[in-house]
């Protein structure tokens, strides 16, 4: 429903210089072995896997065996895939939809940068309570 | 229920010129290791998995184990299998369920081609809400 | 509660002259692993595993497990198990449990001797609504 | 809450005479590679994975991920691990708890020992109705 | 919400000299690869795999992944990884989610130090209702 490909292309060189693969696939559960491909015969060093799950039973049953099949992809390449799924179902409104999806989207294309560039950025954040797409959450704090 | 197979077929040969290797297994869970001899044994370049699984929890069960299966066969041949499953309970009717059988079939057929032939087909359509056998979605306008 | 095993085999040998090795597990979770050795250290060529998954909860979780693995074994070997469970509470009485029994081994051990003697068999059958021991259902006429 | 493990090791020392290698782990997830590791690094025959999960929801649903690698680890190493998981809701009562870890735990040691010494004792109880650590039931009465 | 790799860090230091290597990834379910990494590039011996899964479904569905995907790594490399979630879920408030957090990761630090350097001393344990960060649990008392 939303070209999130466009979106995350966008996010990726307006940050860094580099070559970008993009493929699509009929359904979330042909983005595994197309993310293993992207790995091994396109010698990516990462891969985004981009897709909008519906609401149905069903839909969220796909979106569980596509998110297992992506995990397993990653541990048969050593390589990492960001997973980004936005459900239909997260918010109340398309026009809500459509802006998540927009700010996951460029979220988790800074957070594939920083894997593979800058690690030490993503340690910074590390307990800090951020979530793509969605409010922040505050630290809790802790006394000892 | 529907000899789907055929259905496929006739879609395909309408298409492309290929040979087309078919396999009928007595269970959906039977499905997964077939698709793989199909490519490893028979050399297949893509394979259309296609089932009707039952209404019953145990059938849904069943599926999803299969599904799963799928998707692990596909990442050991890095080689696409077009999952086709058409849930009995998807529609009210048998004349329905006929009908979304046929279109669905008939537009993963195409995907199926798609995705070895002709991938820039399928980079066209992301994000505009194609659905295989179901009414197509609206994109959603962004203004950015 | 039923010796499926010897079901299994009187069926198999009324029918081809074969060698058939036996095993028997404690539980179903010990199956998939049992299949696999048969496959690769006693060279069988197909394997019929069969069980009853008992009624409870934990049981279904079992029987879930057990079928997973049993796919996946088959994906390692690239050979076929064919997975017999009879689910205790599939009918009313234990009448009928014994009958559904009988049936669904006999003709699962007709759809193992097809599957490797016989497979152009199966393909006739295809989308004609065969359920192993349960009524067979109706095809769907299709006008098109 | 009991030490399985000596129960196991009680049962087998009284009925074999054979090396035994004990390891502890913190939790049911942690079993698994334990599990591999005893096959392949400590040249077990077959080996035991006791545990008790809880009652919450989240125990058992580590129960399920715990079961379902074990299932893995003996596809990968061809080599029986028996499972002997007695959740605390089984039963009403400690002492029952008790009893069923005692029956079950002993059950199984036998069932391992059979099934690397004596397979053919095994063979003898299919389709009789045999629980581990329960009420065992009985046989249906097939008229042919 | 809590930086948990922090308090890792800190109870290692503590106890025992060992180099650590630390990394912070977006979500839960980019840990297994992770871990896989730190095994077999960073070459580590064992692996503490820290998150704070959130308490809407999707969430523990994603930890659901993660726990599969995590198992699945250990049996790929024959290294334990020692999983520390705590769901937001758990307690009933912020401070006791600090508290809990807290206790955990520090007994999961030890625990990570005895399975490489002193398994004997988690063998003691076996059987005495010891749980991380929460209450401990008696032993049952068997009179046999």
Known sequence: MV??????VDEIKKNVACDIVRRTVPGVKDIPVECKKLIEEEKCDIVMALGMPGK?????????????GIIIAQLMTNTHIIEVFVHEDEVA??????????????????NAIDIILYPQRLSKMAGTGQRQGGEDRSMIKQNR
């Open 56 to 68: 149905e039973t069903i839909d969220k049953q796909c979106a569980h065996e596509a998110s297992t």
């Open 3 to 8: 070209d999130m490909g466009r979106i995350a």
């Open 93 to 110: 409104s398309l026009k809500e939809l459509a802006k998540l999806v927009e700010k996951r989207t460029r979220e988790h294309a800074l």
